[in-house]
């Protein structure tokens, strides 16, 4: 089972491809293989334009379109461009699951933010010995899988542990941008409760919104929609101040019974601090790409557990955080730990050209 997958042109990249490069060069270099009795090295897999979708059980590539690895559960893990999703949960349909060994949580401070000396520093070479060091796992380790985020979340929504009442959480409020502009929105009030007693989904919900087109200066008057048999699923047009039927154009779709709130197609949002300043809106107004997003999936490794870091000390590149994340499949369990974002491609440094390296390991034996 142990080989190193390497492109043919390449040879003795150590530092270099570790942090250098740019984010934006694709291309598709040709993979070969020679033994590594050690672990088992990726080297080169173009991420640039499509998902990169492996199977580690036989380790090898698997060519599938994005459409085709919905149903397929073969692969294990994928890499697009700074994503890595793997089969199971939301992302797919196998039962693939992932954690993080904690390694390198120095990386980053309290507050999350990462520690600029640590990630540059850092080389496949140096943190190579994290990787050796993990040489089993416990058995109450914690797996998770890629789940659904909505940007919404849960915060639109207060719970009283105590008396299991869910009301408005008012003072939250959601920059929201369609094709029409951009809205002002929140939660105008909301309810769990029928017949005074709490139930298990949101029996009534109201929406208060404020609109903007781009040329006015100013949101609107806040308008108000009421959801007053809130019970399964409601869609919502902003527009046309009401609620539609899922086959019309809607902006949101409210699931009372999962107090949730989707975004509709084409639509993005960002959970604001508040109420923030009007300077500060606007700002997030001119620039909404680097704010606002779709509902997303929650992956393991960006988003739970993020890998890299972006930009650091004004450097337009990838630093991996080299953690060591650990990967079961329905067959085994590995090791994995990503040593690069950039690659040789015809003689230039490349960008999205994911290397890892990973191993099978067992779980501990209980003492």
């Given at each position: 089972m142990k080989h190193t997958m390497k492109l043919a042109s390449v040879i003795g990249l150590g530092v270099l491809l570790s942090a250098c490069g740019s984010d934006s060069d694709t291309s598709a270099?040709?993979?070969?293989?020679?033994?590594?009795?050690?672990?088992?090295?990726?080297?080169?897999?173009d991420a640039s334009s499509a998902f990169a979708y492996y199977d580690l059980d036989n380790n090898m590539q698997l060519t599938l379109t994005d459409e085709q690895a919905q149903s397929n559960t073969q692969w294990d893990i994928a890499f697009k461009s700074t994503d890595i999703i793997i089969n199971g949960d939301y992302s797919a349909p196998g039962e693939v699951t992932a954690a993080f060994t904690d390694n390198n949580s120095d990386f980053r401070d309290a507050q999350g933010e990462p520690v600029v000396d640590k990630f540059i520093a850092a080389t496949p070479e140096t943190e190579l010995a994290d990787f050796l060091a993990v040489t089993e796992y416990a058995a109450d380790t914690?797996?998770?899988?890629?789940?659904?985020?909505?940007?919404?979340?849960?915060?639109?929504y207060d719970y009283n542990f105590a008396s299991h009442d869910v009301t408005a959480n008012t003072e939250q409020y959601y920059l929201f941008q369609n094709?029409?502009?951009?809205?002002?929105?929140?939660?105008?009030?909301?309810?769990?409760?029928?017949?005074?007693?709490?139930?298990?989904?949101?029996?009534?919900?109201?929406?208060?919104?404020?609109?903007?087109?781009?040329?006015?200066?100013?949101?609107?008057?806040?308008?108000?929609l009421e959801i007053a048999q809130c019970d399964t699923q409601h869609y919502v047009d902003f527009s046309a101040n009401s609620e539609v039927a899922a086959s019309d154009a809607w902006d949101i779709t409210v699931l009372c019974d999962a107090f949730e709130i989707q975004l509709g197609?084409?639509?993005?949002?960002?959970?604001?601090?508040?109420?923030?300043?009007?300077?500060?809106?606007?700002?997030?107004?001119e620039y909404p790409q680097y704010y606002l997003t779709a509902d997303?999936?929650?992956?393991?490794?960006?988003?739970?557990?993020?890998?890299?870091?972006?930009?650091?000390?004004?450097?337009?590149?990838?630093?991996?955080?080299?953690?060591?994340?650990?990967?079961?499949?329905?067959v085994a369990t590995y090791k994995l730990q990503v040593t690069s974002y950039?690659?040789?491609?015809?003689?230039?440094?490349?960008?999205?050209?994911?290397?890892?390296?990973?191993?099978?390991?067992?779980?501990?034996v209980a003492q």
């Open positions: 270099p040709e993979i070969s293989k020679e033994v590594n009795t050690a672990y088992t090295t990726v080297t080169g897999l914690e797996f998770y899988g890629d789940e659904f985020k909505t940007v919404f979340d849960s915060s639109f094709a029409d502009g951009f809205y002002k929105v929140r939660a105008f009030s909301a309810s769990n409760l029928e017949g005074g007693v709490p139930s298990r989904g949101l029996t009534q919900f109201t929406l208060g919104y404020q609109f903007k087109a781009a040329d006015d200066q100013t949101f609107s008057a806040e308008q108000t197609e084409g639509a993005k949002a960002y959970a604001l601090a508040g109420d923030e300043t009007d300077e500060r809106i606007a700002t997030m107004m997303f999936a929650n992956t393991v490794f960006k988003h739970q557990f993020k890998w890299y870091e972006y930009n650091l000390a004004q450097g337009n590149q990838i630093w991996s955080q080299y953690g060591v994340y650990l990967v079961k499949t329905p950039y690659n040789l491609v015809e003689g230039v440094i490349t960008g999205r050209q994911i290397s890892f390296i990973y191993d099978d390991v067992a779980q501990a």
